[in-house]
């Protein structure tokens, strides 16, 4: 079985359906996002449809309570027209106290029926505001956490989300991007931890997926991305640098399902 491991909503729904069809991909875990680079078709689009992203990150508009609602509904809605073809991760407003996020979570999250939590995009020296969330999906069964770990973070915010691995060993963390340019930390450190996971998608070059899915196999979970990755494109670069079809099956599909218990 091949699965998705990270993509987020894409409009048309039915558009994304096709696509995983035509690449043989059975499953997909579905993220929410408030915004639907997708639809655009130029440049300057993209521009706008950006614009929209950086004023919710700095907070113009609407509350980020509020977006996350909104993009957590159209998650659950895509999820229920197709059940067979997509499970949720489902994202939290960052920076909550400890029982608002536990309240949060059990609301948006759980009671949804969403297997974890993410994509979580905390900036740059501000890790440790992850906490609460740690906390609450301890508290709620360990829910896995998807962290995005490109820019804007550091070597040091890897390191302290390593850190939070260790604090909560319960927990499932994966790190997305396989932490960016810092990707041989990355590796290393999901070597010492059980708990923690390397998401593939954005992956920094071909050369980084290869050592990265030959080193750690039943470690790494394949993700596209999507929009911003190509998902046949994707899936023929893994099977391309893996050791054998092991790797590649464990990689495209085996890990997630083991994790998630689907």
């Known amino acids: 079985m091949i699965i998705d491991g990270h993509s987020h909503v894409i409009l048309p729904v039915e558009k994304h359906i096709k696509i995983m069809d ?8 579905l993220f929410s996002t408030s915004i639907h680079p997708e639809v655009v078709v130029n440049l300057e689009d993209l521009k ?25 509904r159209e998650l659950t809605n895509v999820i229920q027209a197709y059940p067979s073809r997509y499970v949720g991760f489902g994202n939290v407003p960052i920076g909550l106290s400890e029982n608002d996020t536990n309240l949060y979570i059990e609301e948006n999250i759980v009671n949804n029926k969403l297997v ?3 994509e979580l ?38 390191k302290e989300v390593a850190e939070l691995c260790k604090a909560y060993p319960s927990v499932p963390v994966i790190l997305g991007h396989m932490g960016g340019s810092n ?16 998401d593939t ?6 050369l980084v997926l290869k050592i990265a899915i030959n080193e750690l196999p039943l470690k790494c979970i394949f993700g596209v991305d ?25 990689v495209l599909g085996d890990n997630i399902a083991r994790l998630l218990k689907i």
Do not use: C
């Open 116 to 118: 974890g939590i993410g």
């Open 226 to 250: 999507m929009p911003y990755g190509d998902l046949q494109l994707s899936i023929e670069a893994v099977k391309k640098v893996s050791n054998g079809a092991y790797v590649a099956n464990a």
């Open 48 to 72: 706008r449809e950006m614009k929209k992203l950086n004023d919710i990150v700095s907070g113009k508009g609407n509350s980020m309570i509020q977006v996350r609602n909104k993009s957590i």
């Open 183 to 198: 990707w041989m930390t990355a590796i290393e450190l999901a070597k010492e931890m059980e708990n923690l996971y390397l």
């Open 201 to 206: 998608s954005a992956y920094f070059s071909t």
């Open 121 to 158: 995009t905390p900036a740059s020296g501000h890790i440790k505001v992850l906490k609460p969330i740690f906390q609450a999906s301890s508290d709620l069964g360990s829910l896995p956490i998807w962290i995005h770990a490109f820019n804007p973070l550091v070597l040091e915010d890897i």
């Open 22 to 29: 035509e690449a043989g991909v059975d499953k997909t875990i």
